[in-house]
């Protein structure tokens, strides 16, 4: 499910009802946990948080004209996800997140490299999300991202 949208309160306008409480809540968990430094935009196609180019020039290395990204939430056809790429290229931050997941949750992780998929509204660990999103400034994430991922 692709939202065409300018900015996230138009996203989150277009979602259906039973999603709008979910991603906005996630929305505003990213928002008061993310270090100072990202940005909130829409990225493709969905509600962005990257590194914007006062930051970080360079850019992303697949399209330098558009900004780091690194997280993106989104509301699919069948679940909302969380891309978060520092557990894509952090493995610590990924061991992390798996073992804390069932401390919250009780149903399976469903994940991907960088997504989280939740399935269920009601299943969505804000907690948890919120502990995510403070353990990366977008200085580590620049770092991390030169090291492990841009060619």
């Known amino acids: 499910m692709t939202i065409d949208a300018k900015t996230p309160d138009e996203y989150i306008s277009k979602l259906p009802d039973d999603r709008k409480e979910a991603v906005a809540k996630l929305r505003d968990t990213i928002r008061t946990n993310i270090p100072d430094g990202f940005q909130e935009c829409i990225s493709y196609k969905m509600i962005g948080y990257v590194v914007p180019h006062s930051l970080y020039p360079d850019g992303y290395h697949c399209d330098p004209k558009l900004p780091l990204p690194f997280i ?23 061991d992390w997140f798996v073992s804390e997941y069932p401390k919250y949750v009780k149903t399976k992780l469903d994940m ?8 269920k ?3 969505i660990p804000y907690p948890l999300i919120a502990e995510l999103c403070q353990k990366m400034t977008p200085q580590a994430w620049i770092e991390l991202y030169e090291q492990n991922i841009k060619r």
């Open 72 to 94: 993106n939430l989104a509301s699919q056809k069948h679940f909302v996800a969380l891309y978060h790429s520092g557990i894509y290229a952090d493995k610590n931050l990924l």
């Open 112 to 119: 991907g490299k960088s997504c989280i998929r939740f399935k």
């Open 121 to 123: 509204m009601e299943n």
